[in-house]
């Protein structure tokens, strides 16, 4: 049987077309996903989109479009994006479907039934882009405390979440969990923040408007949004308050909850309060990780400086901004980008340090031996420095990726290839190739180079799969499976290598910026 990998990212709010900051976190997922595949785990892997609320029946009203048709549309747009970023999700789940809202209803009567939602009225301060109630004291600078836009005062009769009685049961949970919020940021700002001060009970219905799941016993409400939206981790496997399906006892609880850290609070909050009053486990670990922001500013509408995954994939190619959001963005601060930087970093990285690499070494290969791996014969102790880096990289990853520390995982598959690069200005194949009585060192010279690039690529596949495709198809290998990289030998002898052929060739800036000016100023 293999060991059990469920991977769930925050499902997209279909207020409009995600841009890159709200792309990084599938493509985080999906590295942690294909890596866990490679590693042989058994991976399920969801994500989805955030269909209901107020604010969803606002847009299609101005848009005038009935709330379901508008929600098909962009649910339809977020799945075409996560498609061109390559993500190899197992289910794209959608909170309008009929099963779903069924099982939110239930799981709304379970909990009234057994004490844990009362009805009340509330009065308070609302965020309708958020969808979120707040204290005065919560405001800041009287503002909502998450985005920033103005609260507006909410008045009606609502069923509340008994998230009071909750709050000692979280704070020594978390306290005795100390993995379970990460980064230890994270952790620190939702305890002293939210969970120390002590909690209030959560307003879990609403009456002002009828886009969303309905109480069944109570026909003027619907269920508030957060409830229904975060239910999707366990409905959708197979969870209903009646009984559960093999799937749900196969997968559950989850591995990892890879969320950004402005949902921090539902999610370490509401989200374990609500598993809590259904007798299930908790998830092992809710990750908040940071934002994108473009230069110093986070992106908005407003301020024109919004950037889209497909746009820049048609600047740059997926692979090469898979690389610069899972390179980037730092493991517990905000990461940034522009389009300086992704030259930069593709030119630098991409087509110097790996593309020229493959490029010259099979090229090598060709020139001197018609493209046929040899087996290597002189070996010297310069050839172990670079054996041993290649050797233990597997382990760094592997740890790395555990942490999830994604950006310094990639980093040591890179190390890989600057030492390749390092190793050829050491051995200078050009000048071994002068001397006959050195074809027996250049072979080997060749082979650790062409075996370094191997094992860099299948370390590279959760990565930049599309790249390590390419790879292996120069190299003329399909041995690209995790067990092979305990040793060194994973090339057959005798094999002829493909073609070379460029994998990154380097930008030009002033060409690529007349690219860039045009997409912009079309669309």
């Known amino acids: 049987m293999k060991e059990k990998f469920y991977i769930s990212t925050a499902i997209t709010y279909t207020s409009g077309k995600p841009h890159i900051g709200n792309t ?13 595949r490679l590693k042989g785990y058994d991976v399920y892997f969801q994500t989805g989109t ?24 962009v649910s339809l ?5 996560w498609d061109v970023m390559n993500t190899s999700y197992d289910r794209f789940i959608r909170t ?16 009234y039934d057994q004490g844990d939602i009362y009805k009340g009225y509330y009065e308070g301060l609302y965020c309708t882009p958020c969808e979120s109630f707040f204290t005065e004291s919560q405001l800041v600078d009287g503002k909502c405390p998450d985005c920033g836009r103005e609260v507006s ?93 093999d799937e749900f006892k196969k997968y559950w609880p989850a591995d990892v909850h890879l969320i950004g850290k402005d949902i921090l609070r539902f999610h370490t909050i509401y989200w374990p309060i609500i598993l809590k009053c259904l007798g299930l486990e908790l998830p092992k670990k809710i990750f908040g990780h940071p934002w994108i922001l473009f230069g110093k500013d986070k992106m908005s509408k407003s301020k024109g400086n919004i950037m889209y995954a497909d746009d820049l994939v048609k600047l740059f190619g997926v692979d090469a901004i898979r690389y610069y959001v899972l390179h980037e963005i730092p493991f517990n601060s905000d990461g940034t980008i522009t389009y300086d930087l992704i030259i930069e970093r593709f030119n630098t990285d991409l087509a110097n340090t790996l593309g020229n690499l493959v490029n010259r070494t099979i090229s090598m290969a060709h020139k001197y031996f018609d493209g046929v791996v040899l087996k290597p014969l002189e070996k010297e102790d310069i050839d172990n420095d670079l054996i041993d880096l290649v050797i233990k990289t597997n ?49 080997t ?4 180079l062409l075996e370094a690039i191997r094992h860099g690529a299948v370390l590279l596949q959760p990565f930049l799969p599309n790249t390590a495709d390419e790879i292996f198809h120069q190299l003329n290998t399909e041995n690209r499976f995790n067990d092979s990289l305990d ?17 990154f060739e380097r930008i030009n800036v002033d060409e690529k910026y007349k690219e860039i000016n045009e997409l912009i100023n079309n669309v």
């Open 50 to 73: 955030d269909e209901h609320g107020q604010k969803i029946e606002k847009k299609a009203l101005e848009l005038g479009k009935d709330p379901q048709e508008y929600v098909d549309e």
């Open 96 to 111: 309008t479907n009929q099963l779903h809202v069924e099982k939110v209803s239930r799981i709304f009567k379970k909990l």
């Open 24 to 36: 990084y976190e599938i493509v985080l997922a999906d590295a942690i996903a294909r890596y866990k």
């Open 487 to 503: 040793n060194f030998d994973g090339l057959d002898i005798g094999i002829k290598l493909n073609e070379p052929k460029p994998i």
């Open 153 to 245: 005062v909410a008045s009606e009769e609502a069923y509340f979440l008994k998230l009071s009685k909750y709050s000692k049961w979280l704070e020594e949970y978390i306290d005795n969990h100390p993995h379970f919020i990460e980064p230890e940021s994270r952790k620190n700002e939702i305890m002293n923040n939210f969970i120390k001060p002590g909690l209030q009970d959560l307003c879990v219905s609403r009456t002002s408007f009828k886009w969303g799941v309905p109480v069944t016993f109570d026909k003027d409400h619907i269920v508030y949004v957060w409830l229904d939206a975060l239910s999707n981790y366990i409905t959708f496997i197979g969870y209903d308050t009646k009984e559960v399906t």
């Open 395 to 443: 382990e760094k990853v592997e740890k790395k990726i555990d942490e999830l520390k994604i950006a310094d995982a990639l980093d040591s598959v890179f190390e890989i290839f600057r030492r390749s690069n390092k190793y050829i200005d050491e051995t200078t194949p050009w000048v071994l190739a002068k001397d006959e009585n050195k074809k027996e060192r250049l072979a």
């Open 77 to 81: 747009e977020v799945r075409r994006i």
């Open 445 to 448: 010279v060749l082979y650790n």
